[in-house]
T-cell receptor
């Protein structure tokens, strides 16, 4: 069965600095994807970035990039030039099961606080 | 446009009330989801609809009743809820349930309080 682990319950970063949020996963499927979501205190889950297991390059979206290390089964999110608005909870997720069920499993999340 | 809307934003109900949560998307997505989320925890999947048919029910109590009237709308009917059902209820949609089109886009959620 798939498993997602986020080992950092909370992190602080100074404004304008870069920060890495860790995510490790376990799956026996040869084809899979990893998602990162941001959840501010308002509650909405905002999709940030997606990495497919067969993608040749690490995914990037603006200030967000994925440090995808397939052999180590890690998909860490890197946020460059942190902004106060980046303060939120961040979840790593991947599809559950080998079938196309639509079900996602989530890590426990990391709360990021950006200091001015 | 990746907008999913949910109404109401907040809901307070008694244990004997009947209420409904509504979710709408106009992205042409064919899969829609309901999640329940407690504070500081990840979302827990409740239901999945694919092409307007219920494809997953994660053993949710019958006091929660989902409905998908058409491909753009998803309702969650609530009846005889318990205080422990108080949570943030999130709706999401995706183009399809098959990778790589499975990116789920979430609505802002409904904060439910059961008294």
């Amino acid at each position: 069965a798939q498993k997602i682990t986020q080992t950092q319950p909370g992190m602080f970063v100074q404004e304008k600095e870069a920060v890495t949020l860790d995510c490790t996963y376990d799956t026996s499927d040869p084809s899979y994807g990893l998602f990162w979501y941001k959840q501010p205190s308002s509650g909405e889950m905002i999709f940030l970035i997606y990495q497919g297991s067969y993608d040749q390059q690490n995914a990037t979206e603006g200030r967000y990039s994925l440090n995808f290390q397939k052999a180590r089964k890690s998909a860490n999110l890197v946020i460059s030039a942190s902004q106060l608005g980046d303060s939120a909870m961040y979840f790593c997720a991947m599809p559950a099961g080998s079938g196309n069920t639509g079900k996602l499993i989530f890590g426990q999340g990391t709360t990021l606080q950006v200091k001015p | 446009d990746t907008e999913v809307t949910q109404t109401p934003k907040h809901l307070v109900m008694g244990m004997t009330n009947k209420k409904s949560l509504k979710c709408e998307q106009h992205m042409g997505h064919r899969a829609m989801y309901w999640y329940k989320q407690k504070a500081k925890k990840p979302p827990e999947l409740m239901f999945v609809y694919s092409y307007e048919k219920l494809s997953i029910n994660e053993s949710v109590p019958s006091r929660f009743s989902p409905e998908c009237p058409n491909s753009s709308l998803l309702n969650l009917h609530l009846h005889a809820l318990q205080p422990e059902d108080s949570a943030l209820y999130l709706c999401a949609s995706s183009q399809d349930i098959a990778l790589p089109k499975r990116t789920q886009y979430f609505g802002p959620g409904t904060r439910l309080l059961v008294l």
